[in-house]
């Protein structure tokens, strides 16, 4: 079955007119949204390795914030030494036995 020459001008008429741009546009459409969205990615990727750049300055410097303005090491241990000293004497204190001329006030 052969078509008839103007149903056959029709379709490549068609395919000409309208079926050519439609799928020149629309492959145009799919280059543009995929460089847009390239685009967009490389966009986040560049915010996020900047944010996350700045998140590790602010944390090295509330370290070091931390590290000047609270109690240092050395201290620490001087304030143990003294808190031992004293419990110590208290110890000693309450070691000794009672004077038998006292009453007892605990009672």
Known sequence: MTLP????V???W???AVEIPAVASLFWLHWRMRSELLGRVEQLRTREETDASDLRDALAAFKLDVARNYVSI???KDVEKRLTGHLL???AKLDMP????KKDLSL
């Not at 020459?5 to 056959?8: D, E, G, H, L, M």
């Not at 009672?98 to 001329?101: L, N, R, V």
Request: no cysteine; charged share 15%.
């Open 5 to 8: 020459v103007t149903q056959t």
């Open 10 to 12: 029709d379709v490549i």
């Open 14 to 16: 068609w395919i000409t």
């Open 74 to 76: 050395p201290y620490l």
């Open 89 to 91: 004497r208290i110890e």
């Open 98 to 101: 009672a004077i038998p001329g």
